[in-house]
């Protein structure tokens, strides 16, 4: 009996040592696996990189300043994954924006090649793709990383165009600027905005003083993830409008992106840095406080948002949006009803700028906008339904990394 017993532990203690003796060779041969992706990322030009492995499954994080369009940093990121990597290793992928975890992508590296091979289709290599906003056993992971993208200067030259239909002596009133913009990341989060505007064109009648160099958005926002996929944005500063103060949102996602509430709560002032020729009335301060609901219909990348509340000039009223996204284009069609019983609707669009990739940082970079955004009102003098802008509005973030549509886009760039 005691033989036997002996017999049994000495068979489990070389199991164990066996296993271990394994495990160990697995890590050795995956660390210069690692070390050679993080290079190869940094050297096409991503940020906060960084490649562990938990398991037998590698993870990779990193953050893409360098492709207009998300989905195709994950394609050329694809690539270099593939060609640096020798064995078929699970593959689960996070994409961060100003360091912040973003979608989580899971993946098979032998699926990849059967797919390069043309042993499988694009739609049959996406559907073994899984996209998600969060991932319980790999969102404690983000640690330390390599390139790190804070106090990099981003210099972004911004169009602005406005243009106004009415029966007045110049049926058409526009203004172009040219707004030049510095993005700096501070922190995890934590951002910094400026932006001068530089007047080319101005013919709208009510705008005395708008045709000299005068600044625009000067904000410094942080950005927080929460738990739950609990979003938070904090800016203060000067923002559009001429409004100077603080603000902050709060929006929370349901079903993997698909549904969403928020709040967006403002206490501002009336600033100009330029001296005004005509009274202006909204020189008090002003409270705003808007809920929000979306609604996302996938078939479509379909979004319809409602938002009720004390728009700016304590102005009580609704706004309804409906946003379109065919792929980097963003189409969408509004109305805003208001008291004391004032209507107003309009369109707006989003369209991308060339290149599709940008410079490779080092220091500085200089680059156009990623696209250019126009919104126009039926009735463009009448200030029902108004708000400011900050520059960091979520619903704009978060658009492109909603799990289905990135899953849809990819597809595409895969083709």
Same mark, same amino acid.
């Given at each position: ?179 030049? @913009?510095? !993005?700096?990341? #501070? ?6 905005? $400026?932006?001068?505007? *530089?007047? =080319?064109?101005?013919? +709208? ?21 929460? @738990?739950? !996929?609990?979003? #938070? ?6 923002? $559009?409008?001429?409004? *100077?103060? =603080?603000?902050?949102? +709060? ?165």
């Amino acid at each position: 009996m005691l033989d036997n017993l002996l017999k049994c532990s000495l068979s489990v203690l070389c199991h164990v040592a066996l296993l271990f003796c394994m495990l160990k060779t697995v890590t050795a041969q995956t660390e210069p696996v690692k070390e050679s992706i993080a290079c190869e990322l940094i050297a096409e030009g991503f940020e906060n990189v960084f490649v562990i492995s938990k398991d037998s499954t590698l993870v990779i994080g990193y953050e893409n300043r360098r492709f207009r369009f998300e989905p195709r940093g994950l394609v050329e990121a694809l690539k270099i994954i593939e060609r640096t990597t020798v064995n078929n290793f699970p593959l689960v992928i996070i994409i961060s924006y100003q360091k912040i975890p973003m979608l989580y992508i899971s993946l098979n590296l032998v699926d990849y090649r059967d797919f390069l091979t043309g042993q499988l289709s694009v739609d049959e290599f996406t559907e073994m793709i899984n996209i998600s906003m969060e991932n319980d056993d790999f969102s404690a992971l983000y640690g330390s990383v390599e390139n790190n993208s804070q106090f990099k200067a981003d210099f972004v030259i911004l169009p602005q165009f406005r243009a106004q239909f009415g029966n007045f002596d110049q049926p058409v009133q526009s203004n172009i600027n040219i707004i030049p @913009e510095m !993005n700096i990341l #501070l922190a995890k989060g934590l951002s910094l905005k $400026t932006q001068v505007i *530089v007047p =080319v064109q101005n013919s +709208f009648l009510l705008d005395n003083g708008e045709s000299e160099v005068r600044p625009g958005i000067m904000a410094i926002n942080q950005m927080l993830r929460l @738990e739950d !996929n609990l979003f #938070l944005t904090a800016s203060a500063g000067f923002f $559009t409008m001429d409004r *100077v103060g =603080v603000n902050l949102e +709060f929006k929370k996602y349901f079903a993997d992106g698909k549904i969403a509430i928020g709040t967006n709560i403002g206490y501002t002032a009336f600033y100009t840095f330029i001296p005004k020729q005509i009274e202006y009335f909204e020189d008090d301060a002003y409270f705003t406080g808007l809920l929000s609901a979306e609604y996302r219909y996938q078939p479509y990348d379909l979004t319809g948002r409602i938002q009720f509340g004390n728009f700016l000039y304590n102005d009580p009223g609704v706004r309804f949006d409906i946003l379109r996204q065919f792929g980097e284009v963003n189409i969408g069609f509004f109305c805003i009803v208001s008291q004391p019983s004032e209507f107003n609707g309009g369109f707006n669009f989003a369209i991308p700028l060339p290149p599709g990739k940008f410079m490779k940082f080092k220091y500085m970079r200089l680059r156009q906008a990623d696209k250019f955004t126009w919104e126009y009102r039926a009735k463009g003098f009448v200030k029902n339904g108004t708000i400011y802008k900050t520059g960091n509005e979520l619903i704009e973030i978060m658009l492109e990394y909603n799990p289905d549509f990135f899953l849809k886009r990819l597809n595409k760039e895969l083709q």
